[in-house]
């Protein structure tokens, strides 16, 4: 197994990976992002997307991607200093328990560390047992307390758009 970076060759099985995650939480619907964008988040001229790929040594050349992390970086004022957000962690469903799931976790801390970064923190679905057991068992905690509001399309716009007070 390898851990790298996400090359430009890669966007499409991660698009697909995406895809794939959207259907294990049960939303294949809100999963619109395209090649294109993601190419662009990733490798245009001020890229505020990063990444890394699992790619299993399945006798193709290569290697097949069937692992992602999709992480971004973020900022503590309480600790004055940058964090990863992880947006998406996923391996493909035949190649769970392999590890792989945990050394993308792993190099994501990793490079928090090497940077200085405090933090690497994610969401996660609170009926995703087996994700939320992966995540304890590296030793993450869950921020009880917290809530996760979002505000997305009409209501985004409907936002932007209220009369100024």
């Given at each position: 197994?390898?851990?790298?970076?996400?090359?430009?060759?890669?966007?499409?099985?991660?698009?697909?990976?995406?895809?794939?995650?959207?259907?294990?939480?049960?939303?294949?619907?809100?999963?619109r992002?395209?090649?294109?964008?993601?190419?662009?988040?990733?490798?245009?001229?001020?890229?505020a997307?990063?990444?890394?790929?699992?790619?299993?040594?399945?006798?193709?050349?290569?290697?097949?991607v069937?692992?992602?992390?999709?992480?971004?970086?973020?900022?503590?004022?309480?600790?004055?200093?940058?964090?990863?957000y992880?947006?998406?962690?996923?391996?493909?469903?035949?190649?769970?328990?392999?590890?792989?799931?945990?050394?993308?976790?792993?190099?994501?801390?990793?490079?928090?560390?090497q940077?200085?970064?405090?933090?690497?923190?994610?969401s996660v679905?609170?009926?995703?047992?087996?994700?939320i057991?992966?995540?304890?068992?590296?030793?993450?905690?869950?921020?009880?307390?917290?809530?996760?509001?979002?505000?997305?399309?009409?209501?985004?716009a409907?936002?932007?758009?209220?009369?100024?007070?």
């Open positions: 197994m390898t851990v790298r970076p996400i090359r430009p060759d890669d966007v499409p099985a991660v698009v697909g990976l995406v895809r794939e995650l959207a259907e294990y939480e049960e939303a294949p619907d809100e999963a992002m395209t090649e294109e964008q993601l190419h662009a988040a990733l490798f245009g001229d001020s890229p997307l990063f990444g890394h790929v699992a790619v299993a040594d399945d006798g193709v050349a290569g290697g097949q069937v692992g992602m992390a999709v992480w971004f970086l973020n900022f503590s004022t309480w600790r004055g200093t940058h964090g990863v992880l947006e998406d962690l996923y391996v493909q469903p035949q190649h769970r328990g392999s590890g792989l799931g945990r050394e993308l976790l792993r190099t994501l801390a990793e490079l928090c560390v940077r200085g970064y405090r933090r690497l923190e994610w679905l609170d009926w995703n047992t087996p994700s057991d992966f995540y304890r068992a590296a030793g993450a905690v869950p921020m009880d307390g917290w809530t996760v509001f979002r505000l997305t399309d009409d209501a985004l409907a936002f932007a758009a209220a009369d100024r007070r």
